[in-house]
């Protein structure tokens, strides 16, 4: 039978599917019902210093079947409530936070306050494409030396996953800056940027104008910018994990992600109303290794890269 285990910064997973932040995470209770799936580690929605209320809604629409739109405003209690609610420390399953801010000294106050907590890990939220304040401007994941200032100061106080926008021209660039400054490893892609209109009400469909598309449609593009990102590793011989992301709803999509080079994936829109699909993606993933006489995921991750 397929062995799927895998280490990440020294912690072990069964396995290397991993509930994507947004999605199913925003409470205790949720994560606890999650935490009985077959699932990797789950990732908690963003949290920031202070609570944010989020947008007004449509904070998310589905534009085609599988594909979604959305702007939530990275809605949360903030970092004393989080740390008050959520227990980090034990469960079978490891709860990863998932940090947003907007300079390197509040990442770095977030990151110390969630390792005081039981945080093992932490994922850094370099790329939410809509933010109202951004670092000079623009993304933090969108020029590498603010990324990497970011990952300097998070990984400072424990091991930091950098997660990255797609809406770059070269993302190879930017993941090469954050393992450089200390980035434990690099999950993408965040969503697309992107924006949809309701031409009956002549409006845009979200409540916040601007979004970030996710699902089904956008897997293609989650694949490329995974391979992009370690090519650029092998390049700079780099043997930073990549956390492989976008589109990922079943057992064959996973594998597509581990055969660009992926070491873990996130899986979040496919499990809208449908959270148990973790179990049968997680199921599929040992048969499907099984089915190829693959005994662990070393056996064919990054085998596509022969083809470049
Ligand atoms: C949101 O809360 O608006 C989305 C967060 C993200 O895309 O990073």
């Known amino acids: 039978m397929a062995n799927l285990q895998v280490t990440l910064a020294g912690?072990?997973?069964?396995?290397?599917?991993?509930?994507?932040?947004?999605i199913l995470d925003s409470t205790p209770g949720i994560l606890r019902r999650m935490s009985r799936m077959k699932v990797g580690a789950?990732?908690?929605?963003?949290?920031s210093i202070n609570p944010r209320p989020g947008y007004p809604g449509p904070t998310a629409v589905e534009t085609t079947p599988g594909?979604?739109?959305?702007?939530?405003?990275?809605p949360n209690p903030g970092l004393n409530e989080f740390v008050d609610e959520f227990n980090l420390e034990d469960g079978s399953v490891t709860i990863i936070p998932n940090l947003v801010a907007d300079t390197p000294d509040e990442f770095a106050e977030l990151a110390q306050s969630v390792a005081a907590a039981?945080?093992?890990?932490?994922?850094?939220?370099?790329?939410?494409?809509?933010p109202k304040a951004s670092y000079k401007g623009r993304l933090t994941a969108q020029d590498p030396g603010a990324a990497a200032e970011a990952v300097e100061a998070a990984s400072s106080k424990l091991p930091i996953i950098a997660k990255l926008t797609p809406n770059?021209?070269?993302?190879?660039?930017i993941a090469v800056a954050c393992a450089r400054a200390g980035a434990s490893a690099i999950s993408a892609i965040n969503t697309l940027a992107a924006l949809d209109i309701d031409p009956e009400l002549e409006r845009p469909i979200l409540g916040n104008g601007y979004g970030g598309l996710s699902g089904a449609g956008i897997r293609p593009i989650g694949l490329r910018k995974t391979l992009d990102i370690v090519q650029a590793f092998a390049e700079a011989n780099l043997d930073t994990p990549v956390?492989?992301?976008?589109?990922?709803?079943?057992?064959?999509?996973?594998?597509?992600?581990?055969l660009c080079g992926a070491h873990l994936v996130q899986v979040g829109t496919a499990l809208v109303g449908n959270p148990e699909q973790l179990?049968?993606?997680?199921d599929g993933l040992s048969e499907w290794m099984d089915r190829k006489g693959y005994k662990s995921l070393e056996e064919f991750r990054g085998r596509i890269l022969e083809w470049f």
């Open 168 to 173: 770059v021209t070269d993302i190879g660039e």
């Open 118 to 130: 039981g945080a093992k890990i932490a994922e850094i939220n370099l790329s939410c494409p809509h």
């Open 42 to 47: 789950l990732i908690t929605k963003s949290i």
């Open 67 to 74: 594909t979604w739109i959305n702007a939530m405003g990275l």
């Open 243 to 258: 956390i492989g992301m976008g589109g990922i709803s079943d057992a064959d999509d996973v594998a597509r992600y581990i």
């Open 279 to 282: 179990n049968d993606i997680t």
């Open 11 to 22: 912690l072990h997973f069964d396995n290397p599917i991993m509930l994507a932040s947004g």
